[in-house]
């Protein structure tokens, strides 16, 4: 079945430094690729959602400059948190889709502690 | 607005026993409907794609349905295994471009015991 990497799995960091996070699709073409964040015992908010090659659609209040997305090809999206405070700390999971009747498939999320 | 809501919250049974998880949403103009499930720190599984034409999906002991009318979902585990012990979200999409997005439910928590 169709498979998402996210990486890295985990990652801390300190307050005011930038962190990356990869999201491929292995095995099929993500035309689009969506973030979402993810905080303990409740279900998942919609960040943004990135179409390869163009710029990414913002959930409101979600700001830009602060989480930067870039969906460079088919089959890798990124998302930099950018000045990273300690209220950043969450779970971030991306996933991906193919053709719109293909399942959206899930990476296995990214626990970020900024400290 | 779509919203979407999962009865129960949680859930508690022994093994073996046949469950129901229920989702409910409040635009029946959709796409179609997914079920996840989460096991915890970890990404969302895919478990069943219903489209909105069809009533039913079928994979080994789970079982998803889908009344489009009246906004809701069902989805049957069958003599449930302590593996099967995770939160489990559904998720409806509205548009007809792979761009659509989806709303989830706030899940359900199953806890089977052994």
């Known amino acids: 079945g169709a498979v998402v990497s996210q990486h890295p799995s985990w990652v801390i960091c300190k307050s005011g430094t930038s962190v990356k996070i990869e999201c491929r699709s292995l095995d099929f073409q993500a035309t689009t690729m969506f973030w979402y964040r993810q905080f303990p015992k409740q279900s998942l908010m919609l960040m943004a959602t990135?179409?390869?090659?163009?710029?990414?659609?913002?959930e409101q209040g979600v700001e830009k400059d602060k989480f930067l997305i870039n969906h460079a090809s088919l089959t890798l999206s990124t998302l930099t948190v950018t000045s990273a405070h300690p209220e950043d700390s969450s779970f971030y999971i991306c996933s991906a889709t193919g053709h719109l009747n293909s399942p959206l498939h899930f990476g296995n999320g990214t626990r970020l502690t900024v400290t | 607005k779509q919203e979407v809501t999962q009865i129960p919250a949680a859930l508690s049974v022994p093994e073996g026993e046949n469950l129901v998880l229920n989702c409910s949403f409040t635009?029946?103009?959709?796409?179609?409907l997914q079920w996840f499930r989460q096991d915890p720190g970890k990404g969302l599984t895919s478990l069943l794609l219903?489209?909105?034409?069809?009533r039913e999906q079928t994979s080994g002991r789970l079982n998803a349905s889908l009344d489009k009318s009246s906004g809701r979902s069902t989805l049957y585990i069958a003599a449930s295994q302590p593996g099967d012990s995770a939160t489990y979200l559904c998720a409806v999409r509205k548009g007809e471009t792979s761009g659509s997005r989806l709303t989830f439910g706030e899940g359900t928590q199953l806890t089977v015991n052994p």
């Open positions: 635009d029946s103009a959709i796409y179609n």
């Open positions: 219903i489209q909105s034409s069809q």
């Open positions: 990135s179409n390869e090659g163009s710029k990414a659609t913002y």
